[in-house]
């Protein structure tokens, strides 16, 4: 690069006493739900006034950046706002600079305690980019203008959430449908979002259960006969016509016994608009009491008369009562719970009891492809639990030597001495070439502010070292890591080694057993039995890092 004439450097380019080389400095940036429809407070603008803001400062450099997204602003136990603090308190961090006071809180009193109380003990300077407001030459007025700001910010928030809710309420006593969903059975009128009109291809369907139910027949069978019609359920009808959006709702895609049990509990079928029964308490859906629901009547056309609604209640309530009037006896733990599966339709197995004459209760594993989704959709048996329990143990034990094999690899490398070696003559290495290129960032403020270099010349330098360093920096965390992971996967291996002895020893077999051991268990027809091992996968690529 061409050196430029320093011929006619003014006196005004002279370095003032005591200015630092760099001030470290951090970036927050917050993201709630509320600002997720305003695109002023969206994260990459908030980023870019903030990188303009370093930019126009020379004698700053970014030391962190620190994002919630979707936090709320109304209490400080955000992830990223705490990992923030912990830098802080490490001596990371000299400046903390925000778009505007909001985005560090809205909540006034604590708001003020980090301005006020934290930031200035820890010699922390915070900035308020739009806000114009700086910790280091604060005004009266600045003051001021600081606590109005943080108690109008912590009142939006409150307000603003009270304000939507009484609104839903409102909308509710009025007759106005306010989910964002229609019910299975109806749809959206397109003239007005807030009403119902029946959906000719859905609400057969809801008449259809309600009449096989009145009509005697269990829940169990209704799933069977919808799924054997194909029809599909309302997950994934909801899917098909786009209003569910994630594939994830839709489940399997037949139908179960609990979705068929709440539309026979829909009051809405009869045209009524039940609504308001639960509550957000807290992030969390709370039932509300029967009697604090908000019901309108006549706010739609009926699906069902009030009549055969009322007949499905009184035979729901007739089955509850005979239930409760049998003696329960509790089932033991369900050790295999989401671990074993049907091999030849892939469908999750069901473990049921049963009793016997001499020996009382024992525990049947078997497919329900047959009873709930499909006649003969099926060919799978069942197998006894006990029988599948002495064949998964006795599986178990063949790997107790694979195990200790394994871990006996990891433990060599980790104690290879030509290996520790050449790793901390990396690190030695790749931490002088970091040193080297700090001080030379660390001389770049001085000679801009000196006139050695322009400033053109001094954001070149600057972005040339900075990317060497976080080069470097990467370079010395993968070194670090792959020792980290070794040490994991031993102390893995130690503990999955633990494990098998523990049934070796004892010839038992836990639900804690099973889930540090055992993915999946797939059992197919003539009780043939395959375990996937969780360590399977794992020790394959494990070798493929060490080969």
Not at 157 to 177: E, F, N, P, V
Not at 490 to 516: F, H, M, P, Q
Request: charged share 30%.
């Amino acid at each position: 690069m061409a050196r430029k004439s320093r011929k006619n450097i003014t006196a005004a380019q002279t370095k003032p006493e005591n200015m630092p080389i760099y001030i470290r400095t951090a970036q927050y940036i917050r993201l709630s739900v509320e600002d997720s429809h305003n695109k002023g407070n969206s994260i990459e603008n908030q980023k870019m006034i903030l990188d303009d803001f370093i930019t126009r400062n020379g004698n700053m450099r970014l030391a962190g950046v620190y994002i919630d997204n979707g936090a709320t602003g109304t209490n400080f136990q955000r992830p990223e706002f705490q990992r923030m603090i912990e830098d802080i308190e490490n001596g990371k961090i000299e400046c903390v600079i925000a778009k505007d006071l909001s985005r560090l809180g809205r909540n006034s009193i604590d708001t003020g305690f980090y301005i006020d109380s934290y930031f200035p003990e820890k010699k922390v300077r915070f900035i308020a980019v739009n806000d114009n407001f700086d910790t280091d030459a604060p005004s009266n007025g600045d003051k001021m203008l600081l606590y109005i700001k943080n108690i109008i910010n912590e009142a939006y928030a409150l307000d603003i959430g009270k304000k939507i809710k009484t609104q839903a309420q409102q909308a509710m006593r009025d007759g106005q449908y306010v989910s964002a969903r229609p019910k299975y059975g109806y749809l959206k009128d397109p003239n007005d979002c807030h009403k119902l009109i029946v959906n000719p291809e859905t609400a057969p369907v809801v008449k259809l259960i309600f009449e096989l139910f009145n009509g005697g027949m269990s829940i169990n069978e209704i799933c069977l006969q919808l799924n054997e019609r194909q029809i599909p359920t309302p997950g994934a009808y909801g899917y098909q016509k786009g209003y569910i959006t994630s594939r994830k709702s839709i489940g399997s895609g037949l139908w179960q016994t609990m979705t068929v049990r709440q539309i026979l509990t829909h009051e809405i079928y009869t045209g009524k608009l039940v609504q308001g029964r639960s509550d957000s308490l807290a992030k969390k859906q709370t039932a509300v009491d029967k009697d604090e629901w908000i019901v309108v009547p006549n706010t739609h056309e009926a699906i069902i008369s009030q009549d055969m609604f009322d007949k499905a209640q009184e035979r729901m309530e007739q089955l509850k009562n005979k239930h409760s009037k049998l003696t329960v006896i509790p089932y033991t733990e369900n050790i295999w719970k989401g671990k074993i599966f049907c091999g030849e339709c892939g469908r999750a197995l069901h473990r049921s009891r049963f009793s016997r004459v001499k020996t009382g209760f024992a525990y049947n594993i078997s497919c329900l492809t047959n009873t709930r989704y499909k006649r003969d959709g099926c060919d799978n048996g069942s197998i006894l639990e006990k029988d599948l329990l002495n064949v998964v143990i006795t599986a178990i034990k063949s790997q107790a030597s694979v195990l200790a094999d394994r871990k006996n690899l990891i433990f060599y490398s980790l104690n290879d001495k030509k290996e520790i070696e050449a790793q901390q003559a990396e690190l030695k290495n790749l931490r002088a070439y970091i040193s080297k290129n700090r001080n030379f960032l660390n001389s770049l403020y001085e000679n801009l502010v000196n006139g050695i270099i322009t400033q053109e010349e001094y954001q070149e330098m600057r972005k040339s070292y900075g990317d060497k360093i976080s080069d470097m920096m990467k370079k010395i965390t993968e070194v670090e890591n792959r020792r980290t992971e070794l040490e994991k996967s031993y102390s893995r291996y130690c503990d999955l080694s633990n494990a098998v002895s523990d049934i070796v020893e004892n010839n038992t077999l836990t639900k804690e057993l099973i889930d540090k051991l055992i993915s999946r268990i797939d059992i197919y027809k003539g009780k043939k039995v395959e375990i996937t091992y969780s360590f399977d996968n794992e020790f394959e690529s494990e070798a493929i890092a060490n080969g």
